[in-house]
């Protein structure tokens, strides 16, 4: 998701992470390691982290199971811990730039909804940004964040002004929420070959019973679908971007909260994904906006998934009854609520007719984790 931007350091590579590719290379076990090293599976964890420091004990254990000189494992913690607190240095939380970046966030929105802790204290308030953001300071925050449309390709309307750091902050909670879904490896022609399947799951009205198929279908295609309530300030109602290589990540807010504009987004996103992925960056292109060429492809590819072009023939007719609306659903395969967004979107039905054909969601129904 983040944006690529001139090398410059903004990270502290604790001794852990050359342990693991030895590990790795080497084909040797986290218990196995643990019990060369004389530690706990846990304490090793924290090794690998960068959250407990290197001693010379330990490196001489390394040394014994890895063959590498425990003189270089000391020399690496000592470049860690100098680099720890060479990105630490001007991190303040009375200066003007930490405060002015803090009252940029939705603080209060992200606190309620448990993206951070709770608390008073200023520190305390900076320090749980940061490491949600998964950065040192507000350099590294900027250079990785600033741009966020650079990062993803975003369906929104001109009736939300929008704000780069709640939108920052909305990505990154997908991101994390993303982590924890196990996905097959990206594919493009097998997620395209899911969209039928999930085309029928548009006539089920419970999230809890729609989620974890549409979860699933997408993930053995190396999609892991998330949604995350949009902050004040965050207009989007969808986003892409890449994890990895090998993993995509298709962003909801949900944010009207009825069938139609859900499952539009949806099919809107997947369109970006099968259309405009871009294998050297790993990133979707940066959309120019709701009336860009790029997002008018993905509204013909959503309508065209839900929607045959034949029956799209039908919607003027169809429109001026109920019976036809919903005749026209079924012979789609859609609910009813997609039929009448899309006549509504298109001025054949006007906007406060016929909405109790559409479902209506509650947030409580919505979470990723459901």
Known sequence: MRTDVDFAPMWAVPPGRTISDLMKSRGVASARLARLVDMSELELDDLLAGQCALTARVAEGLEAALGTPACFWLRREEQYRKQL??????????????????????LKEMQTLGWVDSTKDKAEKLRSCLEFFGVPNLDAWYRTYVDVKAAAAFRTTDA????APATAAWLRQGELLAERIECQEWNPERFAAQLPKI??????????????????????????????????????????FFASPSKAVLLLSFRYL???QFWFSFFHEAGHLILHWDTDLLILETSDGPKSPREEEANQFAMDQLMSRELQKRLP??????????RLARDAGVSYGIVLGQMQFRGLVRPDRFNRLKTRYKWEQLTSEC
């Open 160 to 163: 939300y002004l929008e704000d």
């Open 258 to 260: 009825t069938d139609d």
């Open 85 to 106: 607190s060479d990105l630490c240095d001007g991190v303040d939380p009375d200066s003007e730039s930490y405060k002015d970046w803090l009252k940029s966030l939705p």
């Open 199 to 240: 085309r029928s799951l548009t006539q089920l009205k419970d999230p809890l019973d729609f989620l974890p198929k549409l979860r699933a279908l997408c993930a053995v295609a190396g999609v892991a679908v998330v949604t995350v309530k949009a902050p004040k300030g965050c207009r989007a109602s969808g986003a892409t």
């Open 317 to 326: 007719a169809a429109s001026k009854t109920l019976i036809g609306i919903m």
